[in-house]
């Protein structure tokens, strides 16, 4: 069984749609949880990161986190075709700056105009 | 947030050849950095964790003699593949911690895509 598992998708939604995506994690360890965008060719970038169990809002986007079922999610709000792409999810046990980072396999997300 | 740059961004070489790969952190110092490789719709798997002026710890399963690096300075690290072969052509990326070492955040280069003839 994989520490971090995240459905790969596809997953299709029209415009201006709530993109819901999640991932679900074995290790209660883990503290600290992010979420990457991921387009075609490209290296991740950072969207949102939240340590422990809650909720944080930015922009169009909201990660919850609940660690007691181990289960992080993100959304996405008014959903754009620029939101296509693979969003990846990671977290760690400790906040250190050379701390690996374990991934989720990435969901991939089409925003169909 | 900190930029990290890879050069060269595509590269395609014979079987055999050694390809060596440059990520910098372009307006911060990194001490560690991180080399993953990708393969098509799937996820980033971690190779190694370069360590400016010491070792690099590799992950179980990765060859530390086929797969170099070098932390040369606190904005450098190179993965060079050595004697590379088709089954090594992948997506190489790599990933500095955040500017303030107060996070782990990481933020990631954009990739090198490796072709092995």
């Known amino acids: 069984q994989k520490e971090v598992e995240q459905d790969p998708g596809p997953l299709s939604v029209p415009e201006g749609a709530i993109v819901s995506l999640n991932c679900t994690y074995s290790?209660?360890?883990?503290?600290?949880f992010m979420w990457y965008r991921q387009y075609s060719r490209k290296g991740p970038e950072l969207l949102m990161y939240t340590y422990s169990s809650g909720n944080k809002e930015d922009g169009r986007f909201t990660a919850q986190v609940d660690k007691s079922s181990k289960y992080i999610s993100l959304f996405i709000r008014d959903s754009q075709p620029s939101d296509s792409a693979t969003y990846l999810c990671a977290m760690s046990r400790i906040k250190a700056a050379g701390n690996k980072l374990t991934f989720g396999g990435g969901t991939r997300v089409l925003v169909k105009p | 947030g900190a930029v990290v740059s890879q050069h060269p961004s595509r590269v395609i070489c014979k079987s055999g050849t050694s390809v060596k790969i440059e990520c910098r952190s372009l307006d911060f110092q990194a001490t560690t950095m991180f080399w993953y490789r990708q393969f098509p719709k799937q996820s980033l798997m971690l190779m190694a964790t370069s360590n400016e002026g010491s070792k690099a710890t590799y992950e179980q399963g990765v060859e530390k003699d086929k797969f170099l690096i070098n932390h040369a300075s606190l904005t450098l690290s190179t993965l060079t593949v050595t004697s590379a072969h088709p089954e090594d052509s992948s997506f190489y990326i790599c990933?500095?911690?955040?500017?303030?070492?107060?996070?782990?955040?990481?933020?990631f280069g954009p990739g090198t895509r490796l072709t092995v003839l």
């Open positions: 990933s500095a911690p955040g500017l303030t070492g107060a996070t782990n955040e990481q933020f």
């Open positions: 290790n209660s360890a883990f503290q600290y």
